[in-house]
């Protein structure tokens, strides 16, 4: 982890999250290709190449970004890298965005780890604030 991230280094983060989360939304809007097309420019923009690293007395670990990069170009480059498979491996109906974002205006995105698969909310808060939600909306037409 950085001691410190920079100005630059934050607007470069902040570039790089936008950008996966136009993946999370292709894929739950049904375009994978649009999907893919992200993916891999974010691979080509961040130069991610795996490569294996160690500090002194700790083991070999897999990294996708060179020695001398900055914590944002490494990250974004780690993250670029973890979305690859998900795409383009049969994981890509596993992304999601959250659907709170339609009353309360919720940003976040989701990796679905259930085992039906059917998550819809980026967590058990966004859930019950929509339904809570919809349930007043009801409840006031009916």
């Known amino acids: 982890m950085p001691r ?5 280094q934050a607007v470069y983060l902040v570039h790089t999250a936008t950008r996966m989360r136009e993946v999370f939304r ?3 809007d049904g375009r994978p290709d649009d999907a893919a097309a992200t993916v891999n420019a974010l691979l080509r923009d961040t130069g991610a190449r795996p490569r294996l690293d160690r500090r002194e007395d700790e083991p070999w670990q897999m990294h996708f970004h060179g020695a ?7 990250s974004s480059a780690s993250c670029a890298t973890a979305l690859a498979p998900a795409v383009g491996g049969g994981l890509a109906g596993r992304l999601g965005v959250c659907r709170a974002d339609r009353c309360d205006r919720c940003d976040r995105v989701y990796v679905d780890t259930s085992r039906n698969g059917t998550r819809q909310f980026c967590s058990t808060a966004c859930q019950n604030r929509t339904k809570a939600a919809a349930f007043r909306a009801r409840k006031e037409a009916g």
Request: charged content about 20%.
């Open 4 to 8: 410190d991230v920079d100005a630059a």
């Open 26 to 28: 292709a894929v739950q």
């Open 68 to 74: 001398g990069d900055s914590f944002a170009a490494g």
